[in-house]
């Protein structure tokens, strides 16, 4: 992927993300790029995985005002997304790798600041698709693109990710960002101490820019998942029961 095809130069308001009309506090929100260190200081600091995903191609922020109150990335992502569609080079994808926003903002900022950062990728961009997931390990079932209308497409393999002794869990390409090397032997014998960490799949959506390439995509569109709380509330609807009082 060229940096000229994923160069977004043209700041925005959130209030221009579609939809309903967004509240006042809503509107008060702006989403622009920023650098790469600034990402990274509040993603390691309140992102659950307290890391900056290597390969990573773009970063957003979100303000209230000057001050910077969450951050977006998106890059090459750890599971080749551009597979998911028949024939698609590496640069018609990219993957939201990273969204972080503090948790005094508005309700629906999540949803205002996809719709805002997908329309600017759309226009200014040459990328086709978006891949994002959502991981079961952590609680998160990926509502937020289930609100947005992305493509639920199941989960993705297992896979590993690796503490070197910090306590952090990190992805093999992050570490090699870091150290410049991924061999695991390498690391332990310059006496790094390496664990590595199973980790089951994750729910895995799609979200086309183009829609004239959704026919190619590769996999099955699934319904979405949900919570235990709502299947429950599935059933006790289809059964005509109620739990109240219990």
Known sequence: ??????????????????????????????????????????????????????????????????????????????????????GAPHGDCICLTRLWLDDGLPKNSESRVLAVILRSLGRDTSVKFVVTYADPSAGHLGTIYQAGGWLYTGRSGPSVLYDLGDGVSRHSRTFGHSYGTRSLRYLRDCGVHVVPIQQQGKHRYVYFLDRSWQPRLTVQVLPYPKSDKAKSSDESSLTGSSHAGN
């Open 1 to 86: 992927m060229s940096a000229g095809s994923v160069a977004v130069a043209r700041p925005e308001s959130i209030r221009a993300g579609g939809g309903a009309s967004p509240t006042p506090a809503l509107q008060s929100l702006a989403v622009r790029p920023i650098s790469h260190r600034a990402a990274k200081e509040l993603l390691v600091r309140n992102h659950y995985l307290h890391t900056m995903p290597g390969g990573t191609r773009l970063a957003f922020g979100v303000f209230s005002g000057k001050r910077l109150m969450g951050a977006v990335t998106l890059g090459v992502g750890p599971f080749n997304g551009h597979r998911l569609v028949s």
